[in-house]
């Protein structure tokens, strides 16, 4: 199972959107509203911040939303903050064949 | 509220077993479903496998090496990689997967270092 495909990097200033594709395939991303985004901050544990492709936890501020079209879903971060400077991944599930998760290759935000 | 917490030797040698523990509080072991994902330094996040009703659901890569149990008695998971590599070197999570409605993790461990050195 290869890693769901997210770009290294994005950047944005304070107060401006920014958004983190996650391409994967017809046998993940595609065919399950099953998409979950993590946040990770360096040396910590991910945290869940939204789930089922758009469903924010209880907590998680209304700046982050997600989609999906296609293959690709998507994250959206309005009104970046500086504390949104962490990395970010998506995950999808991978098929009822394998059961498994597969990642994305996670992206670096910087608010500049 | 759900806490986990790993254990486990920080240090394994090549071609041994890897164990480590995930202490789990505040949910039920049985009525959950359990996910191990590890991470490389500076790496990104690689899924393991799943304990889900008895059963271990593995990533193909790691099929005839991992295996996943609990004990319930202990609120205890458990996760044995054998005949590491170095590549098996990484921090590893243990995570509530919300399998079968959502399919998330939503509450994770802080993460055991395993280096895999001789």
């Known amino acids: 199972q290869s890693a769901l495909t997210q770009p290294a990097s994005v950047s944005g200033s304070p107060g401006q959107s920014i958004t983190i594709p996650c391409t994967g395939t017809?046998?993940?991303?595609?065919?399950?509203?099953?998409v979950s985004w993590y946040q990770q901050y360096p040396g910590k544990a991910p945290t869940l911040i939204i789930s089922?492709?758009?469903r924010r936890p209880s907590g998680v501020s209304d700046r982050f939303s997600g989609s999906k079209s296609g293959n690709t879903a998507s994250l959206t971060i309005s009104a970046l903050q500086a504390e949104d400077e962490a990395n970010y991944y998506c995950?999808?599930?991978?098929?009822?064949?394998?059961?498994?998760?597969?990642f994305g290759s996670g992206t670096s935000v910087a608010v500049l | 509220q759900v806490q986990l917490q790993e254990s486990g030797p920080g240090l394994v040698t090549p071609s041994d077993t890897l164990s480590l523990t995930c202490t789990v509080s505040?949910?039920?072991?049985?009525?959950?479903?359990w996910s191990w994902v590890r991470q490389p330094a500076g790496g990104g996040l690689e899924w393991v496998g799943r304990?889900?009703?008895?059963?271990?659901y593995k990533n193909v890569s790691l099929l005839s090496r991992l295996t996943m149990s609990l004990d319930t008695s202990k609120r205890q998971l458990y996760l044995r990689l054998s005949s590491v590599t170095a590549a098996d070197t990484a921090v590893y999570f243990c995570?509530?997967?919300?399998?079968?409605?959502?399919?998330?993790?939503?509450?994770w461990g802080q993460g055991a270092r395993v280096t895999v050195s001789p």
């Open positions: 995570a509530r997967d919300i399998y079968g409605s959502g399919s998330y993790l939503d509450v």
């Open positions: 089922e492709v758009s």
């Open positions: 995950c999808s599930y991978a098929g009822h064949q394998t059961l498994a998760y597969v």
């Open positions: 017809n046998s993940d991303v595609g065919s399950f509203n099953l």
């Open positions: 304990f889900y009703r008895g059963r271990t």
């Open positions: 505040g949910a039920s072991l049985t009525g959950s479903s």
